[in-house]
């Protein structure tokens, strides 16, 4: 699993460290949904590259320079897991979580980590591709298409909610 940090401020390296040194435990714990996870790239970012990064990642996977419809404002999220070229993306909101107990950020990871492994289900990866397609003004969504992929993130958000638990096993 690939960890980095994007155009960090050093008071975010002792976030970025932690990452690093729980990926790949955190990674075998979610696992355990014996679920294969996606190919998966953690990034660490303040929260004003978020979008950013978010955006530079939808580009590489619609193969296009586009611009989103409107870009959504990270303020709140601790996490983000999206679409990546070659798999999933997730991106840890340092900014968000700097004054934040280590618990919070243990989480997080746990909790984007099985959004990686839920994009791994049969048609979750084209469903948000279409999700992506449509915020990118590139094919227009359905109503019944759109809804149909706002249930299922709503499922997907409890799921992952009830496994944060498994961040009690990290050391």
């Known amino acids: 699993m690939d960890v980095s940090g994007y155009q960090l401020h050093r008071k975010y390296v002792p976030l970025l460290a932690r990452v690093e040194e729980i990926a790949d435990q955190a990674a075998r714990l979610v696992q355990r949904m014996r679920e294969r996870m ?30 989103p419809r409107y870009v959504e404002s990270t303020v709140g999220y601790l996490g983000i897991t999206g679409l990546d070229a070659d798999g999933t993306l997730v991106l840890i909101n340092a900014g968000a979580l700097i004054r934040e107990p ?10 984007e980590l099985v959004h990686a492994v839920q994009f791994g289900r ?44 498994l961040a009690r096993d990290l050391r």
Not at 40 to 67: D, N, S, W
Not at 102 to 111: A, K, S, Y
Not at 134 to 160: C, Q, T
Request: aromatic content about 4%.
């Open 38 to 67: 996606t190919p998966t790239r953690i990034v660490v970012a303040a929260q004003k590259h978020c979008p950013e990064v978010m955006m530079q990642a939808a580009q590489r996977v619609l193969g296009a320079q586009v611009r």
């Open 122 to 165: 049969p048609g979750t990866r084209k469903l948000s591709l279409k999700g992506l397609r449509n915020n990118y003004d590139i094919e227009k969504l359905s109503m019944s298409r759109a809804w149909k992929a706002n249930r299922r993130v709503g499922k997907d958000e409890g799921e992952a909610q009830a496994l944060e638990a």
């Open 102 to 111: 280590q618990q919070w950020l243990d989480e997080t990871v746990i909790h």
